[in-house]
């Protein structure tokens, strides 16, 4: 949306600068979601849309959105700023020395910072990478399995979405050293999958490699009869080759 030509939701001060009166900002009309930031009431985004647009005004220059927020504005439909139990993920701001932003409701600020190439212009706003934003979201997932799932909608080839791969993810995660949460970063790529085609598969996948350590999947295989139909799609299990890496999966 636009208004006197600003992209809103817009900073207070950028809004009075263009000319609109600050009684006006304190109408019903405009919403405030963070202090010294307003948008209209009207015409309103679906959800997780709002959040992310809210959170974007915030971004000062040199800084991006980052985690599953700039994998969704990416096309990575099943990263949408919501955990398995329906809570909201607050939105990653990556900030730069010299501007702060603190945290709050819906807000999760950042001083991890960017090496050159993970940022990005994206509809006209400046966004992590797809391989850096997997990287950050894993690494803040409250455990491997769920990180395992934000890096398998990521890089699936089965959903459709915008997606990386597991090749440049890892080619990331290798250039940093000491960051909080790397180690979980770590661990959920050996255990991804890029032909997971939805969260809840992910997660039942983990349980079972859980269960049966010893056993590869091969995951979303297609299974024809002797006349070569398609029985079906499923996820089939072989044994490990001995010596194999733990969690390496046949695709």
Same mark, same amino acid.
């Given at each position: 949306?636009?208004? $006197? ?7 207070? &001060?950028?809004?009075? &600068? ?9 109408? /019903? ?9 307003? %948008? ?14 809210? &959170? ?38 990556? $900030? !730069? @020395? ?6 709050? +409701? ?16 994206? +509809?006209?706003?400046?966004?992590? $990478? ?11 997932? @409250?455990?491997?399995?769920?990180? !395992? ?14 997606? $990386?791969?597991?090749?440049? !993810? ?7 050293? /000491? ?14 999958? +890029?032909?997971?085609?939805? @969260?809840?598969?992910? %997660?039942?996948?983990?349980? &079972? ?9 091969? !995951? ?32």
């Amino acid at each position: 949306m636009q208004t $006197t030509g600003i992209q809103l939701p817009a900073r207070v &001060a950028d809004l009075l &600068a263009a000319g609109i009166e600050a009684h006006e900002l304190r109408r /019903k009309a405009w919403h405030h979601p963070f202090w010294g930031i307003a %948008r209209p009431v009207v015409d309103e985004p679906v959800q997780p849309h709002t959040r992310v647009q809210d &959170a974007t005004a915030l971004v000062r220059s040199g800084g991006a959105i980052g985690g599953w927020a700039s994998a969704f504005r990416q096309g990575v439909r099943y990263l949408d700023g919501w955990d398995r139990f329906g809570r909201e993920l607050p939105v990653l701001l990556h $900030t !730069v @020395p010299g501007h702060q932003i603190r945290r709050r +409701d819906g807000i999760l600020p950042s001083r991890a910072g960017l090496l050159p190439g993970e940022l990005v212009w994206f +509809d006209g706003d400046p966004v992590t $990478t797809l391989a850096r934003a997997l990287y950050d979201e894993m690494r803040l997932a @409250p455990s491997v399995g769920e990180a !395992v799932v934000v890096i398998d909608m990521g890089v699936s080839r089965l959903t459709g979405h915008a997606r $990386t791969t597991i090749a440049e !993810v890892r080619r990331l995660v290798d250039r940093h050293v /000491k960051t909080r949460g790397i180690v979980r970063a770590r661990m959920a790529i050996e255990r991804a999958s +890029d032909r997971s085609c939805s @969260p809840f598969e992910s %997660r039942v996948r983990v349980v &079972a490699e859980d269960a049966l350590p010893d056993v590869w999947w091969r !995951v979303n295989r297609p299974v024809f009869d002797d006349g070569g139909r398609l029985l079906g799609i499923a996820d089939r299990p072989r044994d490990r080759p001995r010596g194999g890496v733990r969690w390496r999966h046949a695709s």
